[in-house]
């Protein structure tokens, strides 16, 4: 018996990273997991792979999300659980933040996660969940990612009040919030195919060896197991709050 039998979950942004390693374990739970993203050949290889079914979804769309949740409703005849998992990242100090830059961050990260809690919520079944993917970032502040900070800061406030406004119907909301962690945005080489990731993921661990207590960076399998628990029946009485996975990064400082 899986955690998610006969579910229906949506998972965005799962065609590598956090939402490719949702995705598997989610499946493995035995839900019938939607893989979307923008990336169609990643994403088909990784339905296929799971026995999952693929729909291509820009978060920032209104009518990208209305033709993906259409599309999930024709297959499967309903949607118990979304995972609001799409994000970019751009490094960059603020005062030197182009406009167009901002609200490209703006658009995934918040305008994504708002869209998805408005097209999915009102054909969640009564008792469904919503995990949306906040940040470390969204609950303190870090140099050289504030539009990103920004976003992870709204998406928190997204949460509360959609947990506020769902809750009688049973609809649980809840918000992770990763550190850092090994994927392709925080570790580019992942997108190299002439470097190493294994080698890039050892200078990552030295890195945060010197600032996480835990001394490495987390696994991406890690954060997936969070998800989990926030949509399975395990957190029944949890809502609207945000879950800090991040080694104890926040904390925070060690002088010893």
Known sequence: MGKLDGRVVVVTGAARGQGEQEAR??????????????????????????GARYVH??????DGWREAVGTVKEAYGRID???NNAGILRFNALVDTPLAEFMQVVQVNQVGCFLGIKAVAPELTDGGTIVNTAS????????????????KHAVLGLTR?????????GIRVNAICPGAVDTAMSNPARLDPDADPAETSRALDELYRRLVPLGRVGQPEEVARLALFLTSDDSSYITGQPFVIDGGWLAGVSII
């Open 25 to 50: 374990l989610f499946r493995a739970e035995g839900a019938r997991v939607v893989v979307t993203d923008v990336l169609d050949d990643r994403g088909e290889a990784l339905a296929k792979e799971i």
């Open 57 to 62: 979804l820009d978060v920032g769309s209104e």
């Open 81 to 83: 659980g979304l995972v």
């Open 136 to 151: 470390y970032t969204g609950l303190t502040g870090m140099a050289a990612v504030g539009a990103y900070a920004a976003t």
């Open 161 to 169: 009040v959609a947990a506020l406004e769902l809750a009688d119907r």
